[in-house]
């Protein structure tokens, strides 16, 4: 075997069609996340965007789409900034410490990888297994949501029955009319509640990239932007992609001068509603067991974080100092802290 390193945008329609058929070896994978116009809109804004091309006697077997960071040590392709990590590969096992040192890493760090992929099992690090949630709407919206707990559609109800009366009519626009103006709103709302939001899109390649997906139309990573509308006022936007799969969220935020109504559990709802009469019939949730997640979701999928480290000593110097951290801390802290990845975009109500 080999491994050749690229950036995304070298890759051709031959790649593509590899890539893509690669995806379809589990539902996990087909995630827009996972896709090459991801990695391709993140090589676009972001120039340490890489792939490494792991082939055997000239046929590609694998890529391993990532991001350089400092010190030789390789990130998530678009981190902070994407929910689902892995190697898009056949079924050839690959050795996955080996393809990290051919790539001229010194490790890469993933904060989310679907838990089934057997070359990243040895290298997850404890406590870092976790189900990602999404709602199944392949019995229909009205099966699904009857499903919930009666006590929160109730509540749901009610709050809509109260958003109307005070602002009007509610309604969600698919894919929004004025999809630049939509994230603005959106980047603004998330900002102005959560410091990391606000330190993230302070960087200008973290704008263009969400601008980049919002409008991005490949059939594998399609983006959304659906607005929750209250008497034609925005109460709450949705920005997600589309794949082969079904739906992907990504960012969504509200107006928090109304949240007594909770808009993001509304907007959530409109937005699986209206994926249904699509004929989408999955919604995964993104990473993160929120309070509103764990209410609303139906299905889930194990995922986990690690690090493949080419060196054993540093592995395992790393797993001791990860060791006595976690040891200092509060039980029951989030998982995604002790996986080492970035913050959770939580989406609150």
């Given at each position: 075997m080999r491994v050749t390193v690229v950036r995304p945008g070298e890759l051709g329609a031959e790649e593509a069609r590899v890539w893509a058929g690669f995806q379809q070896q589990s539902p996990v994978t087909l995630s827009p996340f996972m896709s090459l116009a991801f990695?391709?809109?993140?090589?676009?804004?972001?120039?340490?965007?890489?792939?490494?091309v792991v082939e055997d006697g000239g046929k590609i077997q694998a890529f391993?789409?990532?991001?350089?960071?400092?010190?030789?040590?390789?990130?998530?392709i678009g981190s902070p900034m994407n929910d689902l990590q892995g190697f898009i590969?056949?079924?050839?096992?690959?050795?996955a410490?080996?393809?990290?040192?051919?790539a001229g890493l010194r490790g890469w760090r993933f904060g989310q990888a679907p838990a089934e992929q057997r070359a990243l099992i040895p290298h997850h690090y404890d406590g870092?297994?976790?189900q990602a949630l999404a709602i199944d709407l392949s019995a229909g919206y009205k099966s699904y949501f009857d499903d919930r707990s009666k006590s929160l559609t109730t509540k749901i109800m009610r709050q809509r029955r109260s958003l109307e009366r005070r602002?009007?009519?509610?309604?969600?626009?698919?894919?929004?009319?004025?999809?630049?103006e939509s994230l603005r709103q959106l980047i603004a709302w998330k900002a102005s509640k959560y410091h990391g939001t606000e330190m993230l899109f302070s960087d200008p390649a973290a704008r263009s990239l969400l601008q980049e997906l919002g409008t991005a139309e490949d059939?594998?990573?399609?983006?959304?932007?659906?607005?929750?509308?209250?008497?034609?006022?925005?109460?709450?936007?949705?920005?997600?992609?589309?794949?082969?799969?079904?739906?992907?969220?990504?960012?969504?935020?509200?107006?928090?001068?109304?949240?007594?109504?909770?808009?993001?559990?509304?907007?959530?709802?409109?937005?699986a509603e209206e994926a249904a009469a699509r004929g989408i019939s999955?919604?995964?949730?993104?990473?993160?067991?929120?309070?509103?997640?764990?209410?609303?979701?139906?299905?889930?999928?194990?995922v986990a974080g690690g690090a493949v480290w080419v060196r054993r000593a540093e592995e395992l110097a790393r797993r001791i100092y990860r060791q006595r951290i976690l040891a200092r801390r509060v039980p029951g802290s989030d998982a995604r802290e002790k996986s080492g990845s970035p913050p959770a975009f939580e989406l609150a109500s």
């Open positions: 990695a391709q809109a993140v090589d676009l804004c972001r120039p340490g965007a890489r792939v490494a391993l789409p990532y991001q350089l960071g400092s010190r030789a040590i390789g990130l998530p590969q056949s079924e050839v096992p690959i050795n410490r080996w393809v990290v040192k051919k870092t297994l976790i602002i009007g009519t509610v309604r969600l626009e698919w894919q929004s009319s004025s999809p630049a059939e594998n990573c399609c983006g959304v932007v659906s607005v929750l509308s209250a008497g034609g006022r925005p109460v709450a936007i949705n920005l997600g992609m589309t794949g082969p799969r079904g739906l992907a969220g990504w960012f969504a935020a509200y107006d928090h001068d109304l949240g007594r109504f909770s808009p993001g559990t509304l907007l959530i709802l409109a937005v999955y919604y995964d949730l993104g990473y993160g067991q929120h309070s509103y997640k764990l209410r609303l979701a139906n299905t889930s999928y194990p």
